[in-house]
């Protein structure tokens, strides 16, 4: 359903994608782990153009685009078919929780205004926010931002929801209720790809692991296979250290 194929991504002389490939299928929740610097994040950015790869190609739901040449119309095509959801959580700050879900559906999605509204309120209620609907990004807490970034992306009805390490800038005790949010996202069955760095939830969650380090994939397969049976020896590696 979606095929991740040769990308390759330089920064400057920082080689950071070595020719990764990677599949993912409808309804899969792909958990993409590895070390710190390891390529994880901006192989996401680049599924969505927010950074630009030097090669690859990625097909979504039969389309299939050169990442370093697509034209501003392909993009446009490719980002209508994918919802990021950021660590940072990415919100608009001078629009409220309501208008951070209204402004994609009625800008890039064309939805009329009353059916936006009636899809954001939805959403706000799905993620237990709908009494705030009209604060600012800047009177929640970083847990209720993030609940309006995931809410987001749901309302979107995107292919596939990339997720980039969404609790790391959460404070602990608020790293739980976030986790348990994205649970409820895999359980609708939307495909998702999900740097993290929470293992039990990759574990839990997972229909496929993507093990990543300096640039390549090393290996991927099921939590079981990955966190049980690792083949390889960087992948052995690195789970001692974390668990
Ligand atoms: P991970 O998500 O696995 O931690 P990243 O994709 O964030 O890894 O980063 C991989 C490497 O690329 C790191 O060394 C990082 O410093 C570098 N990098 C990421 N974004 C940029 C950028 N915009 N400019 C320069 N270097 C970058």
């Excluded at 409220?96 to 994609?104: D, R, V, Y």
């Excluded at 799905?126 to 800047?138: E, H, R």
Aim: hydrophobic residues 40%; aromatic residues 6%.
């Amino acid at each position: 359903m979606i095929e991740i194929k040769n990308v390759k991504k330089n920064f400057g002389k920082l080689e950071v994608l070595k020719d990764v490939s990677l599949k993912v299928d409808k309804g899969d929740v792909v958990v993409l782990l590895g070390p710190s610097g390891s390529g994880k994040t901006t192989l996401l950015r680049c599924i969505n153009f927010l950074e630009q790869a030097d090669e690859g190609m990625l097909t979504i739901d039969n389309q299939t685009v050169n990442l370093h040449t697509a034209s501003s119309k392909e993009k446009l095509q490719i980002r209508k078919k994918t919802a990021f959801v950021f660590q940072n959580y990415g919100l608009f700050q001078n629009k409220t929780a309501l208008q951070n879900i209204t402004e994609g559906l009625i800008t890039a999605r064309k939805v009329s205004t009353k059916e936006a509204i009636k899809k954001a309120e939805e959403v706000l209620a799905w993620v237990g926010m709908l009494d705030k609907k009209d604060y600012y990004p800047s009177q929640l807490s970083g847990g209720q931002q993030q609940r309006i970034g995931i809410a987001r992306a749901v309302a979107l009805d995107p292919d596939v929801i990339l997720f980039d390490e969404p609790t790391s800038a959460l404070d602990p005790e608020l790293i739980g209720e976030i986790l348990t949010l994205i649970r409820n996202v895999a359980k609708k069955g939307i495909t998702m790809i999900v740097v993290t760095h929470e293992m039990s939830f990759a574990q839990e969650v997972a229909s496929k692991v993507v093990f990543m380090a300096d640039g390549v994939v090393v290996e991927s397969g099921t939590p079981k296979e990955i966190f049980y049976t690792p083949k390889e020896e960087r992948t052995k590696k690195f789970l001692e250290r974390i668990l």
